[in-house]
DNA sequence: CAGCAAAAGCAGTGATCTTTGCTTTAGCCA
DNA sequence: TGGCTAAAGCAAAGATCACTGCTTTTGCTG
């Protein structure tokens, strides 16, 4: 039941339907409209639980390569890559143009501060010099969805770049 | 006639109107929906167009202090300022759900790297060592941007601290 | 002033959405 | 097994929207 609507949800946002409407979603998963009627506000509430759904499913293996500019590169590469997939941009989309309240303290920011942390946490016991945890949320993970979201191109050229600049800022 | 539906438009998305439809602006703006129905594509056509123009249209005065930092913290602080007021967050939303191809080389990107580009050359006239253009949408306008839209806090505090960011990248 | 073309208004139609009261089904516990 | 409750389905009505052919206004030009 649940998980026809989220499946239903999941693939008109990857073929990117122009119409996305409860009717519609609806009769993709084989139930009745009424019952998302009654279960979600709007049509953005319901999207933006399948995004949030979505985005934090990380069968992402974290990087660990001893040494924080690789493992930092790598992350990055892996983030860019997922988030540049279509179906992905629609969801980002959707999440932003979702209300404000649900998206505040949405899981995807909590998952990469929780990377970012493991990764810095590991070279500080190497003895590295690390930048901080909100520098780097700041200066890779904002800059990579700013170009997502804008339509900028998003390669591993510039995840390197975002990543070395970074670096700069290690204390 | 068109100021009156921009007008409309920007009253409407300043309410935080929850059903922005040709109907509806058409109303507002004591004029016909045909003729909104036959001049756009869609709704999303018309908010962006406004967006667009509400954006662009700059009375900021650029700061010129005769440091790159204070240039760059009072820019910051400014935009801060700006995008964080409510009807700017709905038509940063608006733009994000806007077409792809539309919002590439939007101008509020452009209007952005001209700004930078310039504080930029004033501060390598004066022989100070700065950080490129790029850097500067990167890790400045990006994740102050990113903050908004994931609704996250965007203050004087942190804006400064993302230009200091910035500034340990100068060469 | 007359005429012409572009734009705006009008009204009607069909489609879609949204809501509601009521019925039916499904799951659970005594 | 029987009944109770919550969830899902059904159907109908009203509202809104999207579109279209036609008329009216507007503004310009000869």
Redesign the interface.
């Known amino acids: 039941m649940l998980t026809a609507i989220y499946t239903a949800v999941g693939e008109l946002v990857g073929e990117g339907a122009d119409r996305i409407s409860f009717p519609v979603i609806a009769e993709r998963a084989g139930v009745n409209p009424t019952t998302l009627y009654r279960r979600w506000d ?1 049509v953005n509430a319901l999207l933006e639980e399948v995004a949030v759904a979505a985005l934090t499913r990380d069968g992402e293996s974290l990087p660990d390569t001893g040494s924080l500019e690789q493992d930092l590169t790598q992350w990055a590469n892996i983030i860019a890559r997922d988030i540049t997939r279509p179906e992905r941009v629609r969801y980002l ?1 959707a999440m ?2 979702a209300r ?2 649900i ?2 303290g ?1 899981p995807v ?1 909590e998952t990469r501060r929780e990377q970012a942390s493991k990764m810095v946490h590991r070279a500080r016991e190497r003895g590295e010099a690390t930048p901080t945890v909100p ?1 780097i949320l ?2 890779v ?3 990579l ?3 997502v ?4 191109p998003v390669d591993h050229e510039y995840a390197r770049r ?1 990543v070395h ?1 970074v670096l ?2 290690a204390r």
């Open positions: 709007d989309r932003v143009s404000v309240d998206v505040s949405c920011t520098q700041d200066h993970i904002a800059p969805y700013h170009h979201v804008f339509a900028l975002l600049d700069t800022m």
